[in-house]
């Protein structure tokens, strides 16, 4: 008999539902990474338990498919990785995961809820571990990978868990339906409703937030009922495959097929992508990265109801403000977070040519864009204390790429590559900052991913708000970011924003920054422009992962 999880979960379960419904602050896993919280041990646990899966294959019980596939995993901090993981190829994948569906089907949304909020307690103990994983993948410095790769991926996957079961549970299983007839007996109907599952489920992971856009996806899949494929970016299997682990483990646990979830793993020079989406039995598809692949998904697996966040390019509009000090602060911390490489780190920063008002003072466009600029290189002239927040770069190309941009502009602030106290060999590089022309749209309006923005010179206020508004309307974008103390501008610019469909931040001097969300209270994406067609997570990110069967049966009085 399985293991009914969802008794233990239950009180979780009630308090995201009140969450999901208010929309404030509230988590059940702890973002500290110091004290006891996690125990004594956890964080000396967590290193050891990372540092044991390096130059070995890994490891996953029970796991079809034979041999093992050499990863092309990296990491950003120079260490060596030498990971392998299970071989498994495409037709092995859907047979195996398709053998469980049944049973996981008939065991109904309470049990299937149970079953994944187990899975996610079970991720949380192991936050640490997760967050050398995520590191060392993806390049988040230890913090943010803590926090974003751990507990804030978890509260993302819960919420999805959530949302998925809110729609199922106001489905009943069975009703007495009559309708009366007047003086003629009633017409009476015994219904059943069951919810169906759409079929094999596909997430093909990206390199820089593996779990946080992850687990979303992979949730509301098997809340619904569906077996998952989990294809990792080929630079970021690990925070994946350990998660993959956890969640076959539990199934088995519970009672049932550990094969409704399975890592399929490729590289780069030999990738299943193409194949595996576009087979027949794969009915969902959710996809985090490149334009170029996500638009091939969605004009190719047509057999698929396919979830996409792609690049975006995302603004900030400065008009007159006072704390102009304030805005600074912000915006150091925001261009420097994770280097850039977020997909809601703005690139643009649209101001007018003629500059704006500061505390009754006309500001010059220039002094505006040198106190921005100086205020990114001030917040990472202690190397030391700058690596902990700029994080690693990812990927070479993105390296690459910031030595290209130099010449695209004005340079008000050159990217130094600097040393890290721990990691002699780690990739990392400070923001380049540059002032360019609003005419110059071929340059600023499609996303050069990494610690590159552009600073813009617009035709007054009205200029700056049109370039943002165009920029985003063609190329898409998921956060976009004002300040003004006009209400009128405040006003105009939060109505475009509205629809244009971006997570709109208005005037941020303090501790919150724009690139930055909340599970259970911020939309991430909207699915309303070329960024992205889905939004983490709302009903519809839920509702196409299932379908509802209907039996009706006569009834004689």
Same mark, same amino acid.
């Given at each position: ?44 646990? $967590? ?23 050499? &990863? ?27 053998? *469980?569906?049944?049973?996981? @089907?008939?065991? +109904? ?40 790769? $751990? ?5 993302? +996957? ?28 009633? =017409?009476?109907? %015994? ?46 299997? =690990? ?54 692949? $996500?638009?091939?998904? %969605? ?26 000090? *304030? ?12 280097? *850039? ?43 030391? @204390? ?19 941009? @130099? ?24 923001? =380049? ?13 499609? %996303?050069?991913? *990494? ?18 508004? &165009? ?9 976009? &970011? ?18 244009? +469909?971006? =997570? ?42 299932? @379908? ?10």
């Amino acid at each position: 008999m399985a293991t009914n999880y969802f008794d233990a979960h239950r009180e979780t379960l009630s308090q995201a539902l009140a969450a999901l419904r208010d929309r404030d602050y509230w988590t059940p896993y702890s973002e500290r990474a110091s004290g006891s919280i996690y125990g004594e041990t956890a964080a000396e646990d $967590g290193e050891a338990a990372f540092k044991a899966y390096l130059g070995k294959a890994f490891d996953l019980p029970g796991h079809p498919g034979d041999g093992v596939i050499a &990863s092309d995993e990296t990491s950003p901090y120079g260490i060596a990785m030498d990971l392998s993981y299970p071989a498994l190829d495409t037709d092995t994948a859907l047979a195996a995961a398709k053998a *469980g569906m049944k049973a996981w @089907r008939d065991a +109904g949304p309470d049990m299937r809820t149970g079953v994944c909020l187990e899975i996610l307690h079970r991720i949380n103990q192991r936050s640490f571990e997760m967050a050398h994983a995520v590191m060392h993948t993806t390049g988040q410095a230890f913090m943010m990978a803590f926090q974003a790769g $751990g507990p804030h991926a978890q509260d993302r +996957g819960l919420e999805a868990i959530t949302q998925a079961y809110a729609l199922q549970s106001a489905i009943p299983e069975q009703i007495r339906w009559e309708k009366p007839q007047g003086k003629n007996p009633s =017409l009476i109907l %015994e219904k059943r409703y069951r919810i169906m599952p759409k079929g094999v489920a596909v997430t093909v992971g990206v390199s820089t937030f593996p779990t946080w856009n992850g687990y979303p996806g992979i949730m509301a899949s098997l809340v619904a009922g569906n077996p998952v494929i989990v294809k990792p970016h080929p630079t970021a299997v =690990l925070p994946l495959a350990i998660s993959v682990r956890i969640m076959r483990d539990v199934l088995e646990d519970a009672g049932f097929d550990p094969n409704l979830v399975l890592l399929q793993t490729d590289t780069r020079a030999a990738p299943v992508g193409q194949d595996l989406c576009t087979r027949p039995e794969v009915k969902l598809i959710d996809f985090t990265g490149s334009n170029a692949f $996500g638009e091939w998904l %969605e004009q190719n697996a047509k057999q698929a109801q396919v979830y996409t966040e792609k690049a975006g390019v995302n603004a900030v509009v400065i008009d007159d403000f006072d704390n102009l000090k *304030g805005l600074c602060r912000n915006m150091a911390f925001t261009l420097s977070l994770f280097s *850039g490489q977020m997909c809601t780190t703005p690139q643009n920063i649209f101001i007018p040519k003629d500059g704006i008002t500061v505390a009754g003072e006309k500001m010059s466009f220039e002094a505006v864009a040198e106190a921005i600029a100086g205020a990114v290189g001030k917040f990472n002239s202690d190397p030391a @204390r700058a690596v902990h927040v700029l994080g690693a770069i990812q990927s070479p190309d993105t390296a690459a790429r910031i030595d290209t941009a @130099r010449s695209l502009g004005k340079v008000l602030l050159d990217s130094q590559k600097i040393d890290h106290p721990d990691f002699p060999d780690a990739r990392v590089h400070t923001p =380049l900052i540059l002032a360019i022309d609003a005419a110059e749209r071929q340059k600023y309006e499609t %996303e050069l991913f *990494g610690p590159i923005t552009f600073i813009i010179a617009c035709d007054g206020i009205d200029g700056a708000l049109e370039a943002w508004r &165009s920029t985003v309307a063609a190329k898409g974008a998921i956060t976009s &970011s004002v300040y003004s103390d006009r209400p009128a501008v405040l006003e105009a610019a939060e109505a475009l924003g509205e629809e244009l +469909g971006v =997570l709109m931040s208005v005037n941020l001097t303090g501790g919150t920054f724009v690139n930055q969300t909340a599970a259970f209270s911020d939309y991430h994406a909207s699915g309303a422009n070329p960024a992205a067609n889905a939004s983490l997570v709302d009903t519809a990110f839920v509702a196409g992962r299932f @379908r509802v069967a209907e039996t009706r049966r006569h009834v004689e009085e």
